[in-house]
């Protein structure tokens, strides 16, 4: 058995000041050293870090390292993933798709399957487009955007054996009809890249906001609009992406002081350019230029995104001030519990072995997924 001793471990549920893991695949113990008692097969895992966490879970990302979810192999896909866990923490992600012609889109959901059949890091598919408005499209390409149809969306879920946990729809473009059948199949309806009003969301079945602030229909004193409803609506799960360029650091805090610590999940929304130099890239085929951590489509738009998941999880607590503890409920704890991922987003007994390595300053030092320290 594995073991990791002596440590601050933030379980999220407690905080350990001074704790042990031990482990293999999964967690078999967690406690605090003055109940620690040395067994003869403990094999110390030796490592620089004296904080633990649970591993990140990225539930809405397209891409990064040169890759993108629409257009990689499933070998690249699985190799991507490996350097989000190696140089992020990333141990759960869930490959995002976009607005592209329906036999584009269900090309990338085969690949993504294949993927996910070998690499269990990959727990789900986020569906980002084409059930949208045109009128808060963002980055996604107006000529691809589709009315929500519950008869696609099924086909999808059956190409992916039910992959599918999330999509991303305009809810005054839909029907009740839709929105009951994504409910029977638990797949999670996230509100975004909407134009809609308060008083059509509120009667709607969503009950998660996608990227907070961004490409909706925002705050107003006469309108909340999509951004209140994510605000005020209790249950309701607010994306934020945390790299200081798609929400400025005081509305930051600002949803953090709304919706606490147990209303937010972080995510990157990242595209194929994260982890590559400056200079041109690509999203759902159109041209994306990267200069100062920022991705933009010819006219300006922001174009995803080329932040990594440990960045974000060090900015969510410089901008509001955050706990590691909060944070953690944040990058893992809230992912798990909605999205039913019942052997992740803590560290606990019976739990995958999904643990990362902290410094004092909150680098990454090491990532464990599964039980294995990812080379």
């Known amino acids: ?14 905080v350990i000041s001074e704790g042990y893991i031990r482990y293999d695949r999964q967690i078999a113990e967690v406690g605090t050293m003055t109940d620690f008692t040395e067994q003869k097969e403990d094999i110390e895992t030796v490592v620089k870090g004296d904080i633990l966490i649970p591993g990140f879970i990225d539930v809405h990302s397209h891409g990064g390292y040169g890759m993108d979810n629409m257009d990689a192999s499933p070998g690249e896909i699985s190799e991507m993933v490996c350097k989000m866990s190696k140089y992020e923490g990333i141990t759960s992600y869930f490959c995002t798709t976009m607005s592209q012609t329906y036999d584009k889109i269900e090309a990338a959901l085969k690949n993504i399957t294949d993927a996910a059949a070998k690499n269990p ?20 390409d107006a000529s691809y955007i589709k009315k929500p149809d519950e008869a696609i969306l099924e086909k999808w879920n059956e190409i992916t054996g039910g992959l599918i946990r999330i999509v991303t729809y305009a809810p005054e473009e839909a029907d009740r009809q839709f929105e009951e059948w994504c409910k029977g199949k ?11 009003v308060y008083e059509q969301l509120i009667k709607s079945e969503a009950r998660h906001v996608t990227h907070l602030y961004n490409a909706q229909r925002g705050l107003k004193h ?18 934020l992406i945390c790299d200081g360029i798609h929400i400025v650091p005081e509305m930051v805090k600002m949803a953090y002081q709304v919706k606490g610590c147990d209303g937010i999940e972080l995510i990157t ?11 041109m890239s690509e999203l759902g085929g159109q041209k994306v230029y990267v200069k100062d951590n920022t991705a933009r489509l010819e006219d300006g738009t922001l174009a995803g995104s080329v932040l990594s998941f440990i960045q974000g999880f060090k900015n969510v607590m410089k901008f509001t001030g955050a706990s590691i503890e909060e944070a953690v409920k944040m990058s893992s704890v809230n992912q798990a519990k909605e999205f039913g991922l019942e052997r992740k987003g803590m ?3 019976g739990k995958d072995a999904d643990i990362l390595v ?11 997924s599964l039980g294995t320290i990812v080379k």
């Open 1 to 14: 058995m594995k073991l990791l001793k002596n440590k601050r471990i933030y379980t999220g549920q407690k």
């Open 222 to 239: 006469r309108e909340p609009g999509v951004t209140g409803f994510g605000l005020l609506t209790p249950g309701v799960k607010v994306e």
């Open 347 to 349: 560290l606990a007994a």
């Open 186 to 196: 638990r797949i999670v309806l996230s509100v975004g890249h909407s134009n809609a």
């Open 358 to 368: 902290l410094s004092e300053e909150c680098e990454l030092l090491e990532t464990i």
């Open 121 to 140: 890091v990959i727990q789900g598919i986020h569906v980002e487009g084409p059930f949208v408005s045109q009128e808060f499209k963002g980055a996604q």
């Open 269 to 279: 929304d990242s595209m194929r350019a994260k982890g590559m130099p400056e200079g």
